[in-house]
């Protein structure tokens, strides 16, 4: 089955400083998907990186996919103390039509002190 | 901004208990979801609904399970005799279109 597996499990660092974080997956996927989640709330969808596409930028956001190594990464560049919270990849398998369904890896605990 | 609501946001009840768990998902979607995350773990997908019926569930999803749409507008869960492992945060979502937009959680405790 698809999963995102994600490094580090956690990540510390200082305010202004860039976070990168890992995800791989095991089979072919229609698209990547990364998701914050603050402590105790729901899922926040960040950005999508379609299988043809190597690269993405949204904001402070970069995704990189690579199909060869079934793998992405997500990098936050100058960091805030908000962008505290957990990060999921979350790869997507088409159940017919346009419904799909998403599967999540264990996610990054991301901590930006101050 | 449209948005994904879930009632209530915390649920304890008693191991057996039957527990309804519910979502109003966003007005023109028409796709929905159950997800669960048992604390500290993965977020698990449980159970895609469209036009009125189950489109796949998995295998977490067994026969104490069971979604509705009674009226248009809400989206529930029933869980008809909640176990233990049945404690976990519950994540409604809806979807047309792009992105799954995912409401807030219930976090449900099975005592």
């Known amino acids: 089955s698809q999963q995102g597996e994600e490094d580090p499990q956690a990540l510390s660092i200082q305010e202004g400083e860039n976070a990168t974080m890992n995800c791989s997956y095991k089979t072919s996927i229609n698209n990547l998907q990364w998701y914050r989640q603050n402590s105790g709330r729901g899922l926040v969808h960040l950005i999508l990186?379609?299988?043809?596409?190597r690269e993405k930028h949204s904001g402070r956001l970069r995704v990189t996919l690579d199909t060869s190594k079934k793998s992405s990464s997500l990098l936050i560049t100058a960091s805030r103390a908000a962008d505290t919270a957990s990060y999921f990849c979350?790869?997507?398998?088409?159940?017919?039509?346009?419904?799909?369904?998403?599967?999540f890896g264990k996610g990054t605990l991301l901590t930006v002190n101050p | 901004e449209p948005e994904v609501t879930q009632t209530p946001s915390h649920q304890v009840t008693q191991m057996g208990q039957e527990v309804i768990l519910r979502c109003v998902p966003i007005s023109n979607h028409l796709y929905f979801y159950w997800y669960r995350q048992i604390l500290g773990q993965k977020v698990e997908f449980l159970v895609s609904f469209y036009n009125n019926e189950i489109s796949e569930k998995s295998e977490i999803f067994d026969d104490q399970f069971s979604v509705e749409r009674p009226d248009g507008s809400n989206f529930t869960l029933k869980i008809r005799s909640t176990k233990l492992e049945d404690s976990a945060m519950y994540f409604c979502?809806?979807?047309?279109?792009?992105?799954?937009?995912f409401g807030p959680g219930t976090r449900l405790t099975v005592t």
């Open positions: 990186i379609r299988s043809n596409e």
């Open positions: 979502a809806s979807y047309m279109g792009y992105e799954q937009y």
């Open positions: 979350a790869t997507v398998r088409t159940l017919g039509g346009s419904n799909y369904k998403l599967t």
